[in-house]
T-cell receptor, first 114, second 112 residues
Framework: KAGVTQTPRYLIKTRGQQVTLSCSPI?????VSWYQQTPGQGLQFLFE???????NKGNFPGRFSGRQFSNSRSEMNVSTLELGDSALYLC?????????????FGPGTRLTVL | AQSVTQPDIHITVSEGASLELRCNYS??????LFWYVQSPGQGLQLLLK??????LVQGIKGFEAEFKRSQSSFNLRKPSVHWSDAAEYFC??????????FGRGTSLIVHP
């Protein structure tokens, strides 16, 4: 069974731009969660989508948004990029509720904001 | 609010030696607890989890962890470390909100 895939793997943007990251979960997984990983803040939960609905949300500004499609694929969008948005963005999928079920992580998208 | 503390930023062990990585959590009720491992350039992989029941949990790759409510701890152990165990290890918890909270991670260095 194929694992979680994320595209692109690397991305360079400039301040003020917006970016869209994509995540394809493991087949059959309906929950997709997004995380931001930085050296300063560690690993932080952004949000979870289940059956195309946002079910949980972390403490991030509204510039961070996401969506999930009917095939469970998910996208994350960051508008008006700031230097502090430079991070590794991880996507994880699971069969059910995040925080209870095992999550399977993708390799991440490394975003650099210049 | 729930929180997780991993007191050790780096741990260095010799190959074949035993390992214990510390994790302390803060949550009023019985939390869900997890240990993940992250190799360079990779995502996280679940090693083991604790929800309830037996406080000694067995995981993959020869790892185990023990839940101690009195100490609010969930330490990860391995009797004999292999060079391939060198990685970043994260303890995580989720409480009533089901939102995962991760520790800052412990970097394991294995000397031959």
């Amino acid at each position: 069974k194929a694992g979680v895939t994320q595209t692109p793997r690397y991305l360079i943007k400039t301040r003020g731009q917006q970016v869209t990251l994509s995540c394809s979960p493991i087949s059959g997984h309906r929950s997709v969660s997004w995380y931001q990983q930085t050296p300063g803040q560690g690993l932080q939960f952004l949000f979870e989508y289940f059956s195309e609905t946002q079910r949980n949300k972390g403490n991030f500004p509204g510039r961070f948004s996401g969506r999930q499609f009917s095939n469970s694929r998910s996208e994350m969008n960051v508008s008006t990029l700031e230097l502090g948005d430079s991070a590794l963005y991880l996507c994880a999928s699971s069969l059910g509720q995040v925080g209870v079920n095992e999550q399977f992580f993708g390799p991440g998208t490394r975003l650099t904001v210049l | 609010a729930q929180s997780v503390t991993q007191p050790d930023i780096h741990i260095t062990v010799s190959e074949g030696a035993s390992l214990e990585l510390r994790c302390n959590y803060s949550y009023g009720a019985t939390p869900y607890l997890f240990w993940y491992v992250q190799s360079p350039g990779q995502g996280l992989q679940l090693l083991l989890k604790y929800f309830s029941g037996d406080t000694l949990v067995q995981g993959i790759k020869g790892f185990e962890a023990e839940f101690k409510r009195s100490q609010s701890s969930f330490n990860l152990r391995k009797p004999s470390v292999h060079w391939s165990d060198a990685a970043e290890y994260f303890c995580a918890t989720s409480g009533g909100s089901y939102i995962p909270t991760f520790g800052r991670g412990t970097s394991l260095i294995v000397h031959p």
